[in-house]
């Protein structure tokens, strides 16, 4: 068979299995019936932005309110600091036990039990169970408001959401700015001066206490 012969059979090979393959696509997946089309248009365009925006403002006070009843149901969130206990930069540290037993139970109480006896008599502390998101349907992180206020004052970015506020007391919370320690340089001490490191920042905070090797795989 000469190469021109060869050539034409080739096509026509190709093309009788792009055909056998639009013939069993057609009879596997046929054309959509009007009752389907109509289910599918039902569904209707995605909610507009803005829309969504002015829905989830108002349910805000609602979820915060929400979020707020759960927590001060499972713990004391009272701020009674710790005398002479402090962070790194002074802030006061918590003191006492904070997850609230169900009525009428007492920790020894509670302590003399069985895992059997606290699960029938149903009085394990929710306070030790795991603590939802506030809006669990929609996630996200949720920063606290001077943290907002640093990277909105350093880096122009408003990290606020229109939904949700953050849900802990600022009492509970670490110091901010972190300090950092470098185990590496444990002679320098807080090697954050006290300020928040940011992608602006960086470099000009580490470029005289690290290596080079190091600032790349930081960085």
């Not at 057609?26 to 803005?50: D, I, K, L, M, W």
């Not at 349910?59 to 600091?81: G, H, T, V």
Request: charge should be negative; proline fraction near 9%; glycine fraction near 6%.
């Amino acid at each position: 068979m000469s190469k021109k012969n060869q050539y034409w059979t080739a096509i026509f090979g190709i093309c009788a299995v792009l055909i056998a393959v639009f013939a069993v696509a057609t009879v596997a997946y046929p054309e959509q019936s009007q009752e389907q089309r109509s289910n599918n248009a039902a569904v209707g365009p995605p909610e507009r932005f803005a829309t969504i925006m002015e829905r989830m403002k108002a349910d805000k006070p609602a979820i915060m309110e929400r979020q707020m009843d759960l927590l001060n149901a499972r713990y004391d969130l009272s701020d009674r600091p710790t005398e002479g206990v402090t962070m790194s930069r002074g802030k006061p540290i918590q003191q006492g036990v904070r997850v609230k037993l169900p009525q009428g139970v007492t920790w020894n109480q509670l302590a003399s039990m069985t895992p059997d006896e606290i699960k029938r008599r149903n009085v394990f502390p929710e306070g030790f169970m795991p603590l939802p998101h506030p809006n669990h349907p929609e996630g996200g992180m949720v920063f606290p408001k001077f943290m907002i206020d640093e990277i909105k004052k350093q880096e122009e970015r408003n990290l606020t959401r229109f939904d949700l506020d953050f849900d802990i007391p600022d009492h509970f919370l670490p110091e901010f700015p972190p300090a950092i320690f470098l185990t590496t340089r444990s002679d320098l001490g807080d090697v954050s001066k006290g300020q928040l490191i940011t992608i602006d920042n960086y470099y000009e905070t580490f470029s005289s206490i690290l290596n080079p090797k190091q600032l790349e795989a930081q960085m």
